[in-house]
């Protein structure tokens, strides 16, 4: 993948020809999908490919194509601008983590010393990425006063979740179902479990059973997709490992057994919810984002963006962090 930043495009449209070219565009896109939410994402995508070039999305040709969009569409475009949502603890409380939608390259950061000097931060890899995100932004219900009280361990988990989720529902989401359905089976549905899985862990009145069996669900639909791809049995079973052995005999790689081990539970749980407890329930999703993320690039089609992450040391006035910088990039492959 090419994690380097896009340069400016080179091209140069009149109002009047970019008007032309967007609107044929438009065209086309009315005719495939009918819905408007998220259009001019995708009439920024079908204008690089049409004219072949990599764009990013803070260029000043695509934010004259986005507004061109917003001009026809305005408030109609308006779309949820998550990949979804994790859980993080925190203190033997879990908190909502959003996890932010992007193209391109940026850092992430999680310490609590930055608040008023982000321009004198440095990222071991990449002290020039596209944009830099703030963590404490993506998690609902820290206060400034909590944030300045977090260690360096908790500082560093949150990061780590927030890569774990990143990957997990990216690349779920990149399994373009075909709107006849000949896309990948059962993948709307699996990731619509992933959702229920952290939704359960992090709602007001919390249910870690349905967390739990959500989980299962999502698992057992990625698992059973893989083998009917690959010319496997579709079984109709909750056994995480009988699911796993078909898959491995239609080509996939063994699995850790700890996480078919973590996300495994009886039917019961959705009618005993309180016979798992928090610490099982958010085992159990985070061991479906860590599957979620190993499978799903494995499947077709695909929307044919990669996800990646990579974990290096920050600077603060010169001075180096205890707490990891995080590096999340979103692309296509080079062109030969």
Known sequence: MNTEIPRPVDLQFTDEELHKVLTEIDAELRAKNPQVSGRELRGWSEFCRRFNVSMAMHDPLAERIFNWFKQQYGDRLRVNWNFGNTAVEIRHDLYAMKLGFFYGTGIVYCDPKLSGIPSSTKASFNPHAAFRSNLFEKIGGLTPDFIKSLTFEEC???LEAYARGFLGFSRMKDIQATPDRSGAP????ALD????????LTASKPNYGFSKWSSLQAAEKALKSYAVQ???????THDLTKLEKEAVNAGLAPLK???LQDIQCAPDVRYAADSVTKDEALRAHYALLTLCSHIAPLLKPQSGWISDVKFGTCEIAGEKRPIKALMVMRGKPCRA
């Open 156 to 158: 560093n988990r949150m």
């Open 193 to 200: 479990d992933l959702n229920q899985s952290a939704t359960h």
């Open 186 to 189: 059962l993948c709307k549905e």
């Open 257 to 259: 057994p700890s996480w």
């Open 230 to 236: 690959n010319g496997g049995k579709l079984l109709k």
